[in-house]
């Protein structure tokens, strides 16, 4: 029989809770805000080619991923979560209004690699104060009403984007300068309330064993967690930055206002199935949730490599919320049941360093398929979602062919 899902009372919610499911919700009005037109603000105003926004893209990502593998363990041996994770949220509301005064594809850089550090920083000890707030037992709804908060944040911000747009420019096919910094300043308000939100509302937690450093490492993970690896590893390869998928919608047609509009609704879609989906996973396996994900995925890219016009990529964005809800998190999740629970910290390490590290190549490849390089000009619009559609595939063929062994093999 099911194990009755136990809710805390209203008073029992720890006050750490409710400010840091507080601070996530503005910070992620302000990074929505921003980082979704950010793509089109260089393409539109700055000009900057495919290829440069991949390269931007895929350092961004890369630096996050790769962060939170260490910041944790560091969050542990300063004896602070509350403090470590005001500093990422500090440098990301910080470096927001340089936005404003960017001119030159450097400036840009800099700035998205600024906040992705910062980014970086924040997310394991935030989420390390969270668990260490409630008791056991609540920790999924501790977690569950931070996500909620994280994603009503996002949704609204995209809203406020297009608010702004809609008023400013109306239908407008490109994205203005005028618009893009108009956006850029109404983001700083939010970005500093979040921490302003964490360094006064919040209280620290004492850390109460500090873990050994993180381990990034094959090395007595069992052959399990090598093949799956590899496997994810190629499907990661094709998964390029969602920068593309903005601009591909541009491409065919979208106005700006409209890819806001498809935007917000793709993050509800999102939030409606992924909590189903975590629970579906825990009835039918991983492995087969996974594998629907990933075909959802070829098929939508393939959608993206084929369409004709803008309903079409309107319907396919909004379609790729069932990719994210079904198969985003039930990878990461599928690391758990593939290694000894002694093991886990070094398995969840590599598994995020590396598949940080190969969101650089992801939207390299992806740049440079569109628009070519050193006098190239590459295959077109389409070609970077053929290649993700057959990374997918090829991936779903060799996970469907793997059978996991029963006992761990150390290597």
Same mark, same amino acid.
């Given at each position: 029989?099911?194990? !009755?899902?136990?809710?805390?009372?209203?008073?029992?919610?720890?006050?750490? /809770?409710?400010?840091?499911?507080?601070?996530?919700?503005?910070?992620?009005?302000?990074?929505?805000?921003?980082?979704? &037109?950010?793509? /089109?603000?260089?393409?539109?105003?700055?000009?900057?080619?495919?290829?440069?926004?991949?390269?931007?893209?895929?350092?961004?990502?890369?630096?996050?991923?790769?962060?939170?593998?260490?910041?944790?363990?560091?969050?542990?041996?300063?004896?602070?979560?509350?403090?470590?994770?005001?500093?990422?949220?500090?440098?990301?509301?910080?470096?927001?209004?340089?936005?404003?005064?960017?001119?030159?594809?450097?400036?840009?850089?800099?700035?998205?690699?600024?906040?992705?550090?910062?980014?970086?920083? $924040?997310?394991?000890?935030?989420?390390?104060?969270?668990?260490?707030?409630?008791?056991?037992?609540?920790?999924?709804?501790?977690?569950?009403?931070? $996500?909620?908060?994280?994603?009503?944040?996002?949704?609204?911000?995209?809203?406020?984007?297009? =608010?702004?747009?809609?008023?400013? #420019?109306?239908?407008?096919?490109?994205?203005?300068?005028?618009? =893009?910094?108009?956006?850029?300043? &109404?983001?700083?308000?939010?970005?500093?309330?979040?921490?302003?939100?964490?360094?006064?509302?919040?209280?620290?937690?004492? +850390?109460?064993?500090?873990?050994?450093?993180?381990?990034?490492? =094959?090395?007595?993970?069992?052959?399990?967690?090598? +093949?799956?690896?590899?496997? +994810?590893?190629?499907?990661?390869?094709?998964?390029?930055?969602?920068?593309?998928?903005?601009?591909?919608?541009?491409?065919?047609?979208?106005?700006?206002?409209?890819?806001? &509009?498809?935007?917000?609704?793709?993050?509800?879609?999102? *939030?409606?199935?992924?909590?189903?989906?975590?629970?579906?996973?825990? $009835?039918?396996?991983?492995?087969?949730?996974?594998?629907?994900?990933?075909? +959802?995925?070829?098929?939508?890219?393939?959608?993206?490599?084929?369409?004709?016009?803008?309903?079409? &990529?309107?319907?396919?964005?909004?379609?790729?919320?069932?990719?994210?809800?079904?198969?985003?998190?039930?990878?990461?999740?599928?690391?758990?049941?593939?290694?000894?629970?002694?093991?886990?910290?070094?398995?969840?390490?590599?598994?995020?360093?590396?598949?940080?590290?190969?969101?650089?190549?992801?939207?390299?490849?992806?740049? /440079?398929?569109?628009?070519?390089?050193?006098?190239? !000009?590459?295959?077109?619009?389409?070609?970077? =979602?053929?290649?993700?559609?057959?990374?997918?595939?090829?991936?779903?063929?060799?996970?469907?062919?793997?059978?996991? #062994?029963?006992?761990?093999? *150390?290597?």
């Amino acid at each position: 029989m099911p194990k !009755k899902t136990n809710f805390p009372k209203l008073n029992e919610i720890p006050r750490n /809770l409710w400010f840091v499911s507080l601070t996530s919700f503005f910070m992620d009005i302000s990074s929505e805000m921003v980082l979704n &037109i950010l793509p /089109l603000f260089m393409q539109n105003v700055l000009k900057v080619p495919f290829l440069t926004i991949g390269i931007i893209e895929g350092i961004a990502e890369a630096t996050a991923s790769v962060l939170k593998v260490f910041s944790g363990w560091l969050s542990d041996r300063l004896g602070t979560r509350k403090w470590l994770a005001v500093l990422g949220y500090g440098v990301s509301a910080l470096v927001k209004p340089f936005f404003y005064f960017a001119n030159s594809v450097g400036a840009i850089a800099g700035i998205r690699w600024l906040d992705r550090f910062g980014k970086g920083i $924040r997310t394991a000890p935030r989420d390390a104060l969270v668990a260490d707030s409630i008791a056991p037992e609540h920790r999924g709804f501790a977690f569950g009403l931070h $996500r909620a908060a994280d994603t009503a944040g996002a949704f609204l911000g995209i809203l406020i984007a297009a =608010f702004v747009v809609w008023k400013l #420019q109306a239908s407008g096919q490109q994205l203005t300068d005028h618009t =893009f910094r108009t956006i850029v300043l &109404i983001s700083i308000i939010p970005a500093f309330l979040a921490v302003l939100s964490l360094a006064f509302g919040a209280k620290d937690t004492a +850390v109460q064993k500090v873990r050994q450093g993180p381990k990034i490492s =094959f090395k007595g993970l069992g052959k399990n967690f090598l +093949v799956f690896m590899v496997i +994810v590893g190629l499907f990661d390869l094709g998964n390029s930055s969602d920068a593309f998928l903005v601009l591909r919608a541009q491409e065919r047609g979208l106005n700006i206002l409209n890819i806001l &509009i498809m935007l917000a609704v793709f993050n509800l879609v999102y *939030t409606l199935v992924s909590t189903p989906a975590g629970a579906l996973s825990d $009835r039918i396996g991983r492995r087969t949730l996974i594998v629907a994900g990933w075909i +959802v995925y070829a098929l939508i890219y393939l959608g993206f490599a084929l369409a004709k016009n803008a309903t079409q &990529i309107w319907i396919l964005y909004v379609t790729y919320g069932l990719y994210y809800g079904m198969a985003y998190g039930t990878a990461k999740a599928m690391v758990t049941d593939l290694v000894p629970a002694d093991l886990l910290g070094t398995a969840h390490g590599t598994y995020n360093a590396v598949l940080g590290i190969l969101d650089f190549p992801a939207s390299l490849i992806a740049g /440079l398929l569109w628009s070519g390089a050193f006098g190239w !000009k590459g295959f077109g619009p389409s070609a970077p =979602f053929f290649f993700g559609a057959a990374c997918a595939l090829l991936a779903v063929i060799l996970f469907m062919l793997w059978k996991p #062994q029963k006992s761990q093999i *150390t290597i």
